[in-house]
């Protein structure tokens, strides 16, 4: 699977870097809005450590790995992909079993 930062980076977080980076340039002579201005940094860097830490699915990963093997294997019509959840002591959990068909 691909491990590029960029590609396991979560919707937005980009976003949400750039609107840190910005914020942190403005400069403001007012102490009210020094105020304003320093608890938007505080709370957009919340929000960027929030979506960092999420634990979530490597499905863009799963999807390129996919496109490369149907590019790869003109005769493949579709493929289904399972997912398994591991519980801590390695059992598997079927109640979160998931699977994704894909139709090529």
Known sequence: ????????????????????????????????????IDNLIAKVKVIIEIYRCK??????????????????????QGVTVKILFVSKFQNIDTSKLGLIKVNV
Not at 9 to 36: C, F, H, M, R, T
Not at 55 to 69: F, H, N, S, W
């Open 55 to 76: 634990p979530r699915l490597p499905l863009y990963d799963i999807e390129k790995a996919i496109i490369e093997l149907c590019k790869a294997d003109k005769s493949i």
């Open 1 to 36: 699977m691909y491990n590029n930062l960029e590609i396991n980076q979560p919707e937005g977080v980009s976003s949400l870097e750039n609107l840190y980076k910005d914020l942190l340039s403005i400069k403001a002579n007012d102490l009210l809005s020094s105020k304003i």
